[in-house]
């Protein structure tokens, strides 16, 4: 997910235990709002119809494995958990027939309720945060040798997950030697302890870049024989997520729109001697297994689409919904620079989650692998808008 923050009829615990949702309740309604007609933004998509209709199966795909008759409240209305699988399915019989974008546009504002996201408490009234993220890939040894010291563990043995009878939540910690239950280790005391030998997956070259992995939750490892591996977020050590690129501007280092990746990684170059103590102040620690070759999965448990699959908070907005966004995203220069920055608007799916992306006004759109996936999510702070549909005749 982002790197400056990094996805309800399914409150997805994301960062705890093994990719997995359930459905539980929605937010009060006031982090988003019901559009009169009048105030219906222009519905064009700008990316491709496959993407869309991919993504769409997904979500049903897993909507079909929720209990039917389940409630959830939005905007003051009650839906159970088929009719917003039927206003899915609604949505993808139309994108099927292939409309022109306007006509898709007038559909759509005949067929569905509009809701849109109230966004973040800055002085824009509506306006949302949008980052990236992306499926990076590293350079990687199942064995450590020669630059490859830097682990990615497996979930540890130790990693104790208790549910609290009270409020149903998980709560994720240890057993300390006197049968006490104690939260889990934290990140500086994983690594400057040594607390999980013998849980080592892979080694990587760089800590930026186990980081790196840590708040991307997926990636792809390269081995010297040359073949990848897929690797996926398995756990977390449960503790709060404190932002890399925050502490950047706290500490005046450099202000906040220049905070990126690559200027991180720069800093360390000139400044190593920093990079341990601001890693260590993230507290939050992830834990990863190896992948099939079917891509990464959100925390739904769907497969990840590119360019179609948001994180969003899910005590907020629903699953079952689509959602439409509307920002920027960079053009590139062919050396892969960025040359412009223009707006897109587009439909998308919500099936993700991050332990970053909380609040009305926080988005991060999965752009999946490669240079100009690693160039957006690298790079986006933008400001956009962000809506939801659900079908009329409910």
């Known amino acids: 997910m982002s790197f400056i923050s990094r996805p309800s009829l399914c409150s997805a615990v994301f960062l705890l235990t093994v990719i997995s949702a359930s459905l539980n309740s929605c937010a009060p309604p006031q982090h988003y709002s019901k559009l009169p007609e009048p105030y219906y933004p222009l519905f064009i ?10 993504a769409l199966k997904h979500q049903l795909d897993y909507l079909r494995t929720t209990p039917p008759d389940r409630t959830i409240t939005v905007g003051g209305q009650d839906f159970t958990c088929a009719e917003l699988m039927e206003s899915l399915e609604t949505f993808s019989d139309i994108v099927k027939t292939n409309p022109s974008p306007f006509e898709l546009d007038e559909i759509v504002k005949q067929t569905f309720h509009i809701y849109q996201a109230e966004g973040r ?6 306006a ?8 990076p890939l590293f350079e990687g040894s199942l064995v450590r040798q020669g630059p490859f010291n830097y682990p990615l563990y497996q979930v540890p043995g130790s990693l104790v997950i208790r549910k ?4 149903d939540e998980s709560k994720i910690g240890r057993i ?5 239950f104690l939260p889990y280790w934290s990140r500086k005391e994983i690594e400057q302890d040594d607390r999980l030998s013998g849980n080592e997956l892979v080694y990587l070259r760089d800590p930026l870049d186990a980081y790196l992995l840590h708040v991307q939750g997926s990636g792809r490892i390269q081995l010297p024989d040359r073949t990848t591996r897929a690797i996926h977020f398995a756990g977390s050590n449960g503790l709060r997520y404190s932002s890399l690129g925050r502490l950047f501007v706290q500490e005046n280092i450099m202000p906040v729109a220049d905070v990126s990746i690559p200027t991180i990684r720069n800093y360390f170059v000139e400044h190593p001697e920093q990079m341990t103590r601001m890693l260590h102040n993230n507290p939050r620690y992830i834990f990863f297994k190896w992948g099939g070759d079917e891509g990464p999965k959100g925390s739904l448990g769907t497969v990840l689409t590119p360019g179609r699959s ?6 907020i907005f629903p699953a079952g919904v689509v959602g439409y966004l509307v920002s920027q995203r960079p053009r590139l220069h062919p050396d892969g620079s960025i040359d412009h920055w223009q707006q ?14 909380k609040g009305p006004g926080r988005i991060d759109i999965f ?21 939801f549909l659900i079908k009329k005749q409910f």
């Open 176 to 180: 300390a030697p006197d049968g006490s």
């Open 121 to 126: 408490r800055n002085g824009r009234k509506r």
């Open 367 to 387: 752009w999946g692998a490669g240079s100009y996936a690693q160039t957006a999510a690298s790079h986006m702070k933008e400001n956009g808008q962000f809506y």
């Open 310 to 315: 948001v994180a969003v908070d899910h005590s």
């Open 45 to 54: 998509d700008d990316a491709d119809t496959q993407s869309l209709l991919t």
């Open 344 to 357: 897109f608007s587009r439909f998308v799916i919500p099936q993700d989650s991050g332990s970053a992306i």
């Open 164 to 167: 609290q009878k009270k409020t």
């Open 128 to 135: 949302i945060l949008l980052t990236g993220y992306y499926e």
